[in-house]
């Protein structure tokens, strides 16, 4: 079973991802290279459904059944999860640390049946995908156990997503709220105490005021490199109206949503070629569980986005010991470089 | 001039590195791989001294002059410096983002004259590499607008190390103090006013009673595989008794210091074989300038260590958006395999 460990200094919980788990020798560099053999079957293209656990849920052809072809979306366990739905949580303490199971969701959305990657997808089919995450969300908010449900991408591996390219997504639901979104919790929270609006509605203001850092916008969503990028040309995508909860999005909205990221991602993939990123969604956390503090005014305070984080330049001992992070792309010369390109 | 531009909703520093920036297009994949032409000169190698800015100090034969051959550690001036140490801080606003100018000090130690890496160099260099450390934060802590020196070192492509293996570390002073060191430091102040007693000397008392996450220890100083290391074979060096400043250590403790670092590096390089990591020290803040609040107890809150974080794991969607670490090796395990080798 994994643990969940947390550090007694600042807090922060580690996974002890035993399933994942080797031997020490075989951590020694040059062992490690995991490639997928020309010829090789992917796990996630329709007509392999068997290679994956059995599946969540699926947008499919009415007549076809669950784990066979036919679908355009599908929502599968994890393969090797690292929070696990079975046991309890179990918080406890070991001398001076404190620890507990992780028990948790793990989930992967297949994006498409095709062996294709995420700026090759077409608006319509990226809409689905928005829309089965508002399903997924809307579902595991059920569960009183789970407080944060991240969803996230990593492509290309030097973010993390291997090299299997077949376009894809998780889920990671926690029994606690992230500590990361907590910092943006009271940051928002302590601003609007100070000046009574929304942090990113001021943000959203001043951005189309200015016009420099704004890549492009529709009726409902915008898209921007924030003034502190920390990373060359990363990129954030906000809903123009107030709202702190992604998982509430009224589904007339989601053909918007959809469209922008179309937008953006050509324009990235023109300028970047086939670049790794990370992208992650911004949420409040459910209130499924309450306390007080930032739980009170999180609807005041909170506007949910979404951040992709292009992964050309290297997090070092600076960034890791200090918090500081180094970008050598000015944001306004890469929105100007993405302007400019045709798509 | 490069540019500290603060994130307004969490408070996170980047520095827009004006100084590295590259056109827009020149960031697509693949346009970027740097490698050391086999003949290319290492600028850091005895006999190059030209190819570098002129030294800050060094330590070397006392008929020798300085910038030429003869010496065994040297310090020179960053070549592409993310800070700089001319000019004004100028804090300012810009709308509703603060910025100002990346002042503060950027240097490199060179760590031997000879081209080789830090697990090829005996402890007695070791030492004096500690020395010379000691020496530049002393000299630092004068210029009042220098409010820390994070000590670090990359190596490896994968760390931020660039091609050249060639040892050396970098030492970075910031007219702020780096938000990780706040966070440090608002943890270890909240355990002494709960429990009146330091943190990290209860870690130390609790692994060394427990035996299993300790590698090695001296008289002077104690390494340990922390309960929620981060990654695989995650290390820590602490000064077995109190002390919350790295820069006052008393210079008869260096060789206990260089003597463990030695024995450690032996350990994982035997085991990880050429492996890419990060090397942080974390320290107190210089006091030249004082505020209420947690520099008040400093003292007797805070414990300087250093943390060596082999990079064999990749940090991904999940850890950026949640703070959260995956590690698939169990700590104590990984202290089982580096205490079995040979070295």
Chains 1, 2 share one sequence.
């Not at 007549?63 to 393969?79: D, Q």
């Not at 040309?233 to 918007?256: G, M, V």
């Not at 992709?308 to 470089?337: H, K, Q």
Request: proline share 7%; charged share 30%; aromatic share 10%.
């Amino acid at each position: 079973m994994p643990e969940l460990r947390r550090d007694p200094i600042i807090g922060r919980w580690v996974i002890i991802a035993t399933e994942r788990a080797k031997r020490p020798d075989q951590f020694a560099v040059g062992k490690e290279e995991e490639r997928m053999a020309s010829g090789e079957k992917c796990p996630f293209c329709e007509g392999n459904e068997k290679m994956t656990p059995a599946e969540i849920c699926a947008a499919r052809r009415p007549e076809a059944k669950p784990n066979t072809p036919g679908w355009e979306i599908r929502v599968i366990p994890s393969i090797s999860p690292l929070l696990v739905v079975e046991g309890e949580l179990d918080r406890r303490g070991r001398g001076m640390y404190d620890l507990m199971n992780a028990r948790g969701a793990h989930e992967i959305v297949i994006e498409t049946p095709l062996h294709v990657k995420e700026n090759q997808i077409r608006p319509e089919q990226l809409a689905k995908t928005f829309n089965v995450y508002l399903d997924r969300l809307q579902d595991l908010e059920q569960d009183p156990r789970i407080r944060y449900v991240l969803i996230f991408k990593n492509y290309g591996n030097v973010a993390g997503g291997g090299h299997i390219i077949h376009s894809r997504s998780q889920l990671i639901g926690t029994p606690v709220t992230p500590k990361r979104v907590k910092e943006e919790l009271a940051g928002t929270k302590k601003y609007f105490e100070y000046k009574e609006r929304c942090i990113y509605c001021d943000m959203i203001k001043q951005e189309r005021d200015l016009g420099k850092r704004v890549i492009a916008e529709n009726g409902s969503f915008i898209a921007i490199n924030p003034f502190a990028s920390r990373f060359p040309f990363e990129t954030w995508l906000l809903p123009r109206q107030h709202a702190c909860d992604f998982h509430k999005t009224r589904r007339e909205l989601i053909p918007d949503l959809a469209n922008l990221s179309w937008e953006v991602f050509g324009r990235l993939s023109r300028l970047l070629g086939d670049f790794p990123y990370n992208i992650i969604f911004h949420t409040a956390p459910f209130r499924n569980y309450r306390k007080k503090g930032y739980w009170e005014t999180i609807e005041q305070d909170y506007h949910w986005h979404i951040e992709i984080m292009p992964m050309l330049t290297r997090v070092a001992g600076f960034e890791w010991g200090s918090g500081f992070y180094i970008n050598p792309m000015p944001p306004e010369d890469a929105c100007g470089g993405l302007k400019e390109v045709k798509i």
